[in-house]
Each structure stands twice: as structure tokens, then as C-alpha cells.
């Protein structure tokens, strides 16, 4: 199938990005699901904020520009610090559970929610205006240069590479602790370099597509895939081919209603919405199965 | 500076505006924060989170109805909480089913149902967008929370509920307790299912209307920050709901009054994000150095155990030695640094002699406890014995417990071993003689 008759160019290249994220974040999803860090994603999402505050403040005091634009910050910055802030976040998280004998879910909520209106506070002090945070991890699949794509691509390397080589390593870590405890390779490096990659893909996914399909992306391909295989390379190829199909169709409809009626509809909206709706046919399908 | 503090917070409470938004944040504050403490004791403190995006949904689902009937500003808020507690009914059961009945993890199934409202609310977003700019700035307002614009009508609202909540919460104190710390003896009783659907819905009232004070991003921190903190000071439940309440209405007012004046002329800094910080700032304080487990506390009672147990080591071996000894040899004899030693100094002074040259020598009060530490250990190595450890082994688990057994445990120990005179390895165990004089 051509994608490029069916779509223009423009709507092809933003569908091969979804792809690459979708894919990657699939990835990268299907381990936190395993390990039960999936909300890790959302606190992410909220302490970005405090990286680009720090951002803001950096380059205010280094490149004395008063005005700031959403689209004037420099990727490579953007990933460098919001890497950073999700480390921090982890750190604070796992620092909280160890020290104090507050629960996994209390301390998220306190590390996430300190850390993001301590951004929010910064970001309106130094720019008088408490939106420009927000637009920038509000990312809009619909507005795509194609110079974006070869950051995507480089992202979706990384994570095919290190999924591929270190597969074996990152299933026993994600359902035996102990047993990873005791084998031969290093596991504190194996979590470093996942937990790398992790926050690399999340928070260039809020960039390039926005919140909302990141948060989608990276639980409800796994979640399907779980209702139906039982092992993990069968979990990562199902979610794959949902990815594919579901983008293509979100793709489709959203051209078809901004040509046939002239409504906009957000792609990725559409995109997480549809994917739900996959969860919930499966879930019904799955429990006639269990009926009959 | 605590007089102008004083006298800002009186200006800002006798301002009309400014008044009722910094009432209407304490009474909204105050019921999350009650909230807060049932789901912190259901360790679940991420609800807040789940029903603040599966919000979204509901809000702009409220607002093309609102503009399909041509609602006027007032019924279109109400149109908007009521989409909005629909669909986070919705998404909370869909929680609940996707836990018990197909067994996702917690951690799954909230992220399914953050993830899925969020990404329906925003291809909702985008029609009403396209459609309709205007009410979608009212819903951006909504869902981002503006405390500049609340009006009388919202405060009774807020009074309305929380007063609803406080009389739920004393009449139904006790069965609420019950609930929430054994589930098997509630359904036993009969009081399980109408009490969880009464704190759901009253939960997804108080959040959403929370959501006007501290914005859809915020409503979680508010709620688990007060319990949070209220935990590290007392144990009872109703303490909790009085000191979390105390907390909540302390930050909403000094966050109201900080986002006032710690922008400097000019800048009004955003309430919800304000009240956010001082809420985790005593938060971090309580885990500091509250009273029940705070870090400080934990930290001095197993520094306090540790200089214990190096005190009763001196005192040991000064006594098994007979004479006295010089600091540096019981600085070797213990590992211990100078600052340790120091400590330890102090807290052994009254039982040894200091002497010229640097050295200790035991007095007689000294000699009665060493006595003590001695014996309980030998007792300890007789009944090890007894019960059949090796010879070789039973020292070193003494040495750990003789700072541990009581005055009590030590009666128990003779009476069952029967007044043994000798350990294992056939050294004296010194007698006890307050207990000599009260049985003769």
C-alpha cells in the first residue's frame, strides 16, 4: 500500500512519526507494564514542568532575552533537561518509600505534585505568563515539520536496539527481582540504561505528539496485547500491529471529517480514543469466549 | 514583620474579592483533605488523579449540551459538573471492574483509565474547538481553575458540601473505620456497598468542585498532602480528619495570601500551585520530624540505641577487667570515632569514675548494671543452651539481646531456667540481689 497517495506528504510524514513513537513507546510501555510502573508515565508528564522552569531560568540568566516562545526552545535542551527532572522525580519517589513508610502511591502524588507547581510558580515569575509551560508539552500531531521525523527515528533505534539486545536481561528483571539479584550481569546498569530510555522516549513523545497519546500509547497497546499472549515477544509484536492499524485508521478518519464536514478533530485524540475502544471490543470478546 | 503579616491577612480577608476566593479554597481544601484521608488509608492516594482527567471528558460532553439547549452561564457550569461527575463515575468503576474482576494490577488499571478519558477529552476538545471558541475558553477556565472568579454562590455550594461530608463523617465515624481496615468483618455486618457508593459519590463531588480552587493538574497534591502529614502526628482516624482539616485550611489561607504577595507589584502568582507548595512544605516538615516516625525521630532513638549499647559495653569491660582503662583502649575496644565516644562519654559519666590521665574506672552503680548486662547475657547463653543451639554459637546471639531483655523478661528467664548459677562455659553468672533480699 502507498501511504503517500493516500495521504500528502505532510499527513505522511506525521503518520510515520506516530508510527515511530507508537512503536517505541509500545516498547517501552510493555516492560513498565510488567513492572507495574505504568503511572510512572503520568508523573513524568507533570514534572517536565520543573525541568523547563529551570530551563527558562538558565537561559534568562545566561542569554538576557526577555521574550520566550514555545518554539524557540532548543530540542536537544529540552531532552537533556527533561531527562534530568525524570531521574530526579524517581529519585525523590524511591527516596520517600525508603526513608519514610509512605506507600508507592502517596509519595508519587506528593514528589509530582510539589515538583510541578514548584514549576508552575517558577515559569510565572520569570515569564509573567503561566501558559508557555504548557504549550510546550502540549504537542500537536498536526503541526509536524519533517525534521522532527529524524529525531523519532532516532529515538525508535535506540529503543528496537536496546530492547532486542538486552530482551532476555529485562524479563527477568521485570518478574523476578531476586532472581536478577543473583545473575551474572550488572541489573543496576540494565535499569539505568531502561529508565534512560524511558524518560528519553516519554518526553520527546510530549513534544512531538502531546500528553495525551504518550500517557494512551505507552498502557493500552500492552493492556490489549495481555488479554491475548502469553509471552513477551508475542506481547511486543501484537502491540506493533495494533499501533499500525490503529494510527492508519485514526489517520484516515480525522482527514475524512476535516474534509467532508470541516471539523478538526485532533489525531491524537482520535488515536487514544480508538485504542480504547480496541481495550473494550477485546474485553468484551474475550469475556463471550470465557462465557461460551 | 509578623504585625504587617498579620495585618495583610486581615486586609486580604476583609477585601470582598479577595475574600471570598480565599474562603471558598479553605472550605474546598478542607473537604479534599478529608477525602484524602479515606482514600490514604485505602492506599490509593492516585484517585484524585483519575477523577480529575476522566473530568475532562464529562465537562466538554456538558458543554455541547449546554450549547445545544442554549444554556446560560450558570447552568452551563452546572451542566459541566454534572458531565463531569458522570464521566468520572464512569471511569471509577471502570476502575474497580478492571481490578477485581479481570485482575490488572492498581497501577494498570489507573493508567488505562487516566490515559483513555484524557485522550476522549481531548477529541472532544478539538470539536468544541471548531465549533465553539467561546465556551471552550470557559472550559480551559474550569478545568484549569481560577479562584479569582469565585462568587457567593459558589461558596455556599462549597459550605453546602463540606457541611454534608462533616455530618457524614461523625455519624458514620465508626463504620467508616471499620470499612476501611477490615472489608471482610464490614460485609459481614452488612455495611460495605452503601457506604463505598456514598464516599464515591461524595468523593467525585468534592473533587470536582476542588477542581475550581486548585485546577485539574493540582487536585491530587491537595489531597494527599494533609492526610499525608496529619499521619505523622497522630495514629487515631478522627485525629486525622481534625489535624488534616487544620493543615488544609493553614495552607489554603497563607497560599492564598503568598500568591498575593510573594510575586512582588504586579504579579498575582497562580493559588492552585501556591496552596500546592505550602501543603507539601508542611508535609516535609511532618515527615521530618513529626512524632510518629518522623525521620529526625527515628534517627535519634537508633543513634540513642546504639550509644546504649556502647555504654553497657564499657561498663562490661571495665568490669570484667577489674581496673581501669585508658580512653584510647576503649576506643579501640568499641570502634568507635571521638564524636561517638563523646556521646557515649556523657551518657556513662554518672556510673564510672573519670580519672586523671584519661582513663575510667567503675563505681559502684556502674558495678550493679554491669552486673545486670552480664548476667542477662549468661541467662541468655543457659537458655539457648537449653533449647539446643551449639556451645560455639550461643555468644554471639548474647551479645546482640543482653541490650535488649527487660527487667520483666529477666524474672521469666529464672524462674523457667530454675536460678541456674553457671553458664555454659562454666563462668559465675553474678547474682541478682534486690530479688535475694525479697526472697529471704
Redesign the interface.
Known amino acids: 500500500m502507498n501511504l503517500f497517495n493516500l495521504f500528502s506528504p505532510e499527513e505522511g510524514v506525521s503518520f510515520l512519526l506516530l508510527l515511530c513513537f507508537s512503536i517505541s513507546l509500545s516498547l517501552i510501555g510493555t516492560f513498565l507494564?510488567l513492572q507495574?510502573?505504568?503511572?510512572m508515565?503520568?508523573a513524568i508528564s507533570?514534572t517536565v514542568l520543573f525541568g523547563i522552569a529551570l530551563l527558562f531560568i538558565g537561559i534568562k540568566i545566561f542569554s538576557k532575552t526577555e521574550h520566550f516562545t514555545p518554539l524557540s526552545l532548543n530540542m536537544g535542551l529540552y531532552i537533556v533537561v527533561s531527562v534530568i527532572t525524570t531521574f530526579l522525580t524517581i529519585f525523590l519517589i524511591e527516596c520517600?518509600k525508603k526513608?519514610?513508610?509512605?506507600?508507592n502511591?502517596?509519595s508519587?502524588?506528593?514528589v509530582?505534585?510539589?515538583l510541578?507547581?514548584?514549576g508552575?510558580?517558577l515559569i510565572?515569575?520569570f515569564t509573567?505568563s503561566?501558559h508557555i509551560g504548557i504549550d510546550i508539552i502540549m504537542g500537536n500531531l498536526d503541526l509536524i515539520h519533517a525534521n522532527d521525523l529524524i529525531t523519532a527515528a532516532f529515538v525508535l533505534l535506540l529503543c528496537v536496539t536496546f530492547i532486542f539486545v538486552f530482551m532476555k536481561d529485562l524479563t527477568v528483571f521485570s518478574f523476578d527481582r531476586s532472581v536478577a539479584h543473583f545473575s551474572k550481569r550488572s541489573m543496576g546498569l540494565l535499569q539505568f540504561g531502561f529508565l534512560f530510555l524511558t524518560s528519553l522516549t516519554i518526553t520527546s513523545g510530549f513534544r512531538f505528539i502531546?500528553?495525551?497519546?504518550v500517557?494512551?500509547l505507552?498502557?493500552?497497546p500492552p493492556?490489549c496485547a495481555s488479554l491475548y499472549s502469553k509471552s513477551i515477544p508475542d506481547l511486543i509484536t501484537f502491540s506493533i500491529y495494533s499501533n499500525i492499524a490503529v494510527g492508519l485508521v485514526s489517520m484516515m478518519i480525522t482527514k475524512f471529517f476535516y474534509e467532508k464536514f470541516?471539523?478538526?478533530?485532533?489525531t491524537?485524540?482520535?488515536?487514544?480514543?480508538l485504542?480504547?475502544a480496541l481495550?473494550l471490543a477485546l474485553?468484551v470478546k474475550k469475556r463471550g469466549e470465557a462465557r461460551a | 514583620m509578623i504585625k504587617s503579616f498579620f495585618s495583610d491577612l486581615y486586609m486580604l480577608l476583609s477585601d470582598p474579592t479577595y475574600s471570598v476566593s480565599v474562603i471558598g479554597s479553605i472550605l474546598s481544601c478542607i473537604s479534599l483533605s478529608w477525602i484524602g484521608v479515606i482514600y490514604?488509608l485505602r492506599?490509593?492516594?492516585?484517585v484524585?488523579?483519575v477523577i480529575a482527567h476522566s473530568a475532562f471528558p464529562g465537562i466538554i460532553l456538558g458543554a455541547f449540551v449546554g450549547i445545544y439547549i442554549g444554556a446560560d452561564e450558570k447552568w452551563m457550569s452546572m451542566l459541566f459538573i454534572l458531565g463531569a461527575i458522570t464521566t468520572a463515575y464512569l471511569s471509577m468503576k471502570k476502575l474497580t471492574f478492571l481490578q477485581e474482576k479481570?485482575h490488572?494490577?492498581a497501577?494498570?488499571s489507573?493508567?488505562?483509565s487516566?490515559?483513555?478519558f484524557?485522550?476522549?477529552?481531548?477529541?472532544?476538545?478539538?470539536?468544541i474547538?471548531?465549533?465553539s471558541p467561546m465556551v471552550y475558553k470557559d472550559v480551559v477556565i474550569f478545568l484549569y481553575g481560577r479562584t479569582a472568579t469565585m462568587l457567593y454562590f459558589h461558596l455556599i455550594i462549597y459550605a453546602v458540601v463540606m457541611v454534608i461530608l462533616f455530618i457524614f463523617i461523625l455519624v458514620f465515624h465508626r463504620r467508616i473505620q471499620i470499612f476501611e481496615f477490615d472489608k471482610t468483618f464490614a460485609s459481614f455486618l452488612g455495611i460495605g456497598r452503601l457506604l463505598d457508593t456514598f464516599i464515591l459519590m461524595m468523593t467525585l463531588v468534592v473533587v470536582i468542585l476542588g477542581l475550581r480552587s486548585c485546577g485539574i493538574?493540582?487536585l491530587?497534591?491537595?489531597?494527599?498532602?494533609p492526610a499525608?502529614a496529619s499521619r505523622?502526628w497522630v495514629r487515631k482516624m478522627s485525629s486525622m480528619f481534625i489535624l488534616s482539616s487544620a493543615f488544609a485550611a493553614i495552607s489554603a489561607l497563607l497560599g492564598g495570601y503568598l500568591s498575593l504577595y510573594l510575586?512582588g507589584e504586579g504579579?498575582v502568582?497562580?493559588t492552585?500551585?501556591?496552596i500546592?507548595?505550602v501543603s507539601?512544605s508542611i508535609?516535609f516538615f511532618s515527615?521530618l520530624v513529626g512524632i510518629r516516625?518522623?525521620?529526625v525521630l527515628r534517627m535519634v532513638r537508633r543513634m540513642s540505641f546504639t550509644i546504649r549499647c556502647h555504654e553497657e559495653n564499657i561498663l562490661k569491660a571495665l568490669y570484667k577487667k577489674n581496673d581501669k582503662m585508658a580512653f584510647r583502649e576503649i576506643m579501640e575496644f568499641l570502634q568507635a570515632g571521638v564524636i561517638l565516644f563523646f556521646f557515649v562519654l556523657l551518657r556513662v559519666r554518672k556510673k564510672v569514675k573519670i580519672l586523671h590521665g584519661w582513663s575510667l574506672e567503675l563505681k559502684e552503680q556502674g558495678r550493679v548494671y554491669a552486673e545486670r548486662i552480664i548476667r542477662l547475657h549468661r541467662l541468655w547463653e543457659v537458655y539457648l543452651y537449653e533449647v539446643g543451639f551449639a556451645k560455639g554459637r550461643i555468644h554471639v546471639f548474647a551479645e546482640e539481646i543482653e541490650h535488649v531483655l527487660t527487667d520483666e523478661m529477666e524474672e521469666m528467664l529464672l524462674k523457667r531456667l530454675g536460678n541456674p548459677t553457671h553458664c555454659p562455659h562454666r563462668q559465675k553468672i553474678p547474682e541478682k540481689k534486690e530479688a535475694c533480699n525479697e526472697s529471704v
Open positions: 507494564f507495574k510502573k505504568s503511572m508515565a503520568n507533570h520517600l526513608y519514610t513508610h509512605i506507600n502511591d502517596a508519587t502524588a506528593i509530582f505534585s510539589t510541578f507547581s514548584a508552575a510558580i510565572t515569575l509573567r503561566s502531546g500528553i495525551a497519546p500517557l494512551g505507552i498502557i493500552l493492556v470541516g471539523i478538526g478533530l485532533s491524537s485524540g482520535m488515536l487514544v480514543t485504542h480504547f481495550f474485553l | 490514604s492506599k490509593s492516594a492516585l484524585a488523579e479481570w490488572k494490577s497501577d494498570s489507573l493508567m488505562i487516566i490515559s483513555a484524557l485522550g476522549i477529552g481531548v477529541l472532544l476538545a478539538s470539536i474547538q471548531s465549533v493538574l493540582l491530587s497534591g491537595m489531597m494527599a498532602t499525608i505523622f510575586g504579579i502568582l497562580p492552585g500551585p501556591v500546592t507548595i507539601a508535609t515527615i516516625g518522623g525521620v
